[in-house]
């Protein structure tokens, strides 16, 4: 694979697919780097953040723009299985390295192209960010107090659907290819992906003429569904989307009366009296510790959970035990605490081999792999054209 994406929905798509053994050559201007180098927090002037989206990537620093730039990269692309971009519409056609140009050498190589709002339409040639697909998606408006403002998400939300489906297009592509010999061009935008998590409003709206207003942490589909404070300012997560659930959390809290209710036998139908059942619940939460709340509800087998900060998430005894987060060793930081690899498979469970690289690490290596002479890796230095 060849990352030659930035922030943020490309490289997560590589990062999934090198944490299953897929050989990830990042390529990155020899100056400017990938812009993800600067995001988020950094220790020592190490950036944390880098360290884990670009986990076992070999980085090259290479400059596209240049002819010969464009040309190694297109050598490189004869290679590759897949290539992955998120370039505006037109400018790798504008480099002389567009998809028409790579199926020439390799005609079964994967193109993932990313962009904001994809390759046609009105919006094709807009600057592209995951908060903006946040805000058209539906998810802004739908999040929320009701009293309050749409509500963005604090993180990637946006770009980080979109790179987890990224990464199942490519699976996709590539079956195809092993059944036809050819490659494809995978048109992806950061709108859609969560546009499909928000939900069916849109077909609600075409069906209905209904616009459901913003509910804050309850659901029009369920109830009692909130986050509900302790007595010790903790709070926690209560969902009762099975109705036996929602019959257990009831009796639990005192009032096994209304599940005798003829509203209370479907999830809309205790939607409709939330603010009954939320007084019932949160009034019982509040008279208790968070682990008193926990250990009633688990014992009850009521479906609950702590709202937890990353303390809290660290020091966890199940993430803990099933290595949910996993501590690497990195050549710049020692051991380093990372998300473990996302899902794990019997037979290929993923790992991860080394942590994210200094930019251009390993370009001698892979131009030497890919044939260059080491005259020509210094010529190309010295024009400034890698790193």
């Known amino acids: 694979m060849l990352d030659v994406s930035t922030i943020l929905a490309g490289p997560l798509c590589c990062q999934l697919l090198g944490d299953y053994g897929a050989e990830v050559i990042k390529i990155e201007h020899p100056q400017n780097g990938d812009s993800m180098r600067g995001h988020g927090r950094s220790k020592d002037g190490i950036p944390l953040w880098w360290k884990e989206i670009s986990r076992n990537k070999r980085t090259v620093a290479l400059d596209l723009k240049d002819p010969q730039g464009a040309e190694v990269f297109r050598r490189l692309a004869a290679t590759a299985d897949v290539v992955v971009e998120n370039f505006r519409p037109g400018t790798l056609e504008r480099w002389g390295i567009g998809p028409e140009v790579l199926h020439i050498d390799n005609p079964g190589l994967v193109?993932?192209?990313?962009?904001?709002?994809?390759?046609?339409?009105p919006y094709s040639s807009r600057p592209g960010f995951g908060t903006l697909a946040e805000a058209m998606s539906g998810f802004a408006d739908a999040?929320?107090?009701p009293a309050g403002p749409p509500t963005l998400p604090a993180f990637g939300l946006a770009d980080s659907i979109c790179g987890i489906a990224a990464s199942s297009a490519v699976m996709m592509a590539l079956r195809h290819r092993d059944r036809t010999d050819r490659g494809q061009v995978i048109d992806m935008n950061i709108l859609q992906p969560i546009m499909t998590a928000v939900g069916p409003a849109p077909t609600v709206w075409q069906q209905l003429g209904v616009l459901e207003p913003r509910h804050g942490n309850r659901s029009t589909n369920n109830a009692p569904r909130n986050t509900y404070r302790t007595s010790d300012d903790r709070w926690v997560a209560v969902s009762t989307s099975a109705q036996r659930i929602a019959e257990r959390v009831l009796t639990l809290v005192g009032h096994p009366e209304v599940i005798e209710e003829p509203w209370f036998a479907t999830g809309h139908g205790r939607a409709e009296h939330v603010e009954l059942l939320d007084a019932y619940v949160g009034g019982w939460i509040a008279d208790r510790t968070r682990e008193e709340v926990l250990d009633a509800f688990t014992e009850a087998g009521a479906a609950?959970?702590?709202?937890y900060n990353a303390q809290d998430l660290v020091e966890d005894p199940h993430v803990r035990e099933t290595q949910m987060l996993l501590e690497v060793e990195d050549e710049d930081l020692g051991p380093l605490l990372q998300h473990n690899v996302m899902w794990r498979m019997s037979d290929s469970p993923g790992r991860i081999r080394f942590t994210g690289?200094?930019?251009g690490a390993d370009t001698d290596a892979v131009l030497i792999e890919l044939g260059l002479e080491l005259t020509e890796i210094e010529a190309l230095r010295s024009k400034e054209v890698i790193r």
């Open 111 to 121: 193109v993932v192209r990313l962009t904001g709002f994809g390759q046609t339409g």
């Open 143 to 145: 999040t929320g107090d």
């Open 304 to 307: 609950v959970a702590a709202v």
């Open 357 to 359: 690289r200094a930019l």
